[in-house]
């Protein structure tokens, strides 16, 4: 199978970039039977970076294992934010929460080699992807609910916090395409009613990890970011909304 019949099978299928697609499909297949597997699956609505094992993310090439959510480039904005303000301490303590393949984390020490990282997922399929991603930036990376698992010498010293959590409303789930609501963990995506479950958790738990002059960082639809920053508010944070348009972007900083 050539890359341009490949290409239209894709297009027929939905795929937008589907010539990018098939380049993928082909450079990561090993045999023409494994080619026609791989194909099969895109046109099931599979992923394409799970199917070729990987994405570029902040001009990284970050592993994806089947099943884990898929970095998107929307969330290059958290990473900005994050490393700007981390760039204001020498030797910063950052922990990445809802980290999953540990993209954020690994983009972030990439920009930040004395960074010390930390990162924490629920689900044991991202903190097995995002252990050799951060293996790099030698990142202690622990697998338990949010905040749970953090060492308590942490608290009192986190300069960054950032938290790509789930922001999806849950009754707009069965809107999402089937690369997401089919092949990714539903806890990566539902965030609740509004969505806002988890966020809310990350900025109750946040004051006792920041340090003074510390800040939180997190991700939201754009018509969340209000109550994300009232949220803030009532957790004795001072928010700040960032927006790109270019990559449909919302980020809430919030200051310790």
């Excluded at 609505?45 to 970050?62: A, D, K």
């Excluded at 480039?73 to 999953?100: F, K, N, Q, S, W």
């Excluded at 069965?174 to 609740?192: M, N, Q, S, T």
Aim: hydrophobic share 45%; net charge negative; glycine share 10%.
């Amino acid at each position: 199978m050539q890359e341009p019949a490949i290409a239209a099978r894709l297009r027929v299928a939905g795929s937008v970039f589907a010539e990018e697609e098939a380049r993928l499909l082909v450079g990561a297949a090993r045999t023409r039977a494994d080619l026609t597997r791989m194909v099969d699956e895109r046109v099931a609505g599979v992923p394409v970076e799970q199917l070729v094992g990987w994405v570029t993310f902040c001009g990284l090439r970050i592993v994806v294992d089947r099943g884990v959510f898929v970095p998107r480039r929307r969330t290059e904005l958290l990473v900005r934010e994050a490393v700007g303000l981390a760039r204001r301490v020498d030797g910063p303590v950052v922990v990445d929460l809802c980290c999953g393949s540990g993209a954020v984390g690994a983009a972030i020490a990439a920009a930040l080699p004395s960074v010390e990282l930390h990162a924490v997922d629920i689900d044991p399929a991202a903190v097995r992807c995002a252990r050799p991603n951060l293996a790099g930036a030698g990142a202690s990376v622990y697998e338990g609910d949010l905040d749970t698992p953090l060492p308590a010498s942490l608290a009192g010293r986190v300069d960054v916090l950032v938290a790509n959590a789930p922001y999806v409303p849950s009754e707009h789930m069965g809107l999402l395409p089937p690369e997401a609501r089919l092949h990714e963990p539903r806890a990566a995506l539902d965030g609740g009613t509004d969505g806002l479950d988890v966020v809310r958790r990350v900025a109750v738990a946040a004051p006792r990890w920041l340090a003074p002059g510390g800040h939180v960082v997190v991700e939201a639809g754009e018509r969340q970011a209000e109550e994300v920053a009232a949220t803030f508010v009532r957790h004795g944070l001072r928010p700040r909304v960032t927006r790109d348009d270019e990559v449909d972007a919302t980020v809430v900083v919030g200051a310790s």
